[in-house]
């Protein structure tokens, strides 16, 4: 039996990852009302509150763009790149 070609083990471990954010930031959803009530009252609280909220954001976005980045040199070869948004965010 042959291997899988390592684009589908890269897609299900990346769909895997998007779940557990979604159900992560999800469940994270449900305690909000009580988070920012918190933080209104303690600075340690509103720390936590918006490292959480970076953590899952930058955890979801980086699997996207890893699994896209992937993907497309999969696809197209290592020769064709994508091109850099680092000019966006300057």
Do not use: D
Request: glycine share 2%; net charge positive.
């Amino acid at each position: 039996m042959t291997p899988p070609p390592p684009v589908l083990s890269i897609t299900a471990l990346s769909t895997y990852a998007l779940y557990l954010s979604y159900a992560n930031i999800t469940r994270l959803q449900t305690y909000e009302a009580r988070s920012e009530k918190a933080a209104e009252w303690s600075t340690k609280a509103a720390e936590r509150l918006r490292k959480t909220r970076m953590t899952q954001a930058s955890a979801a976005i980086s699997v996207c763009k890893h699994t896209h980045r992937h993907t497309h040199t999969h696809t197209y070869g290592p020769s064709h790149t994508i091109p850099s948004l680092t000019p966006f965010f300057r």
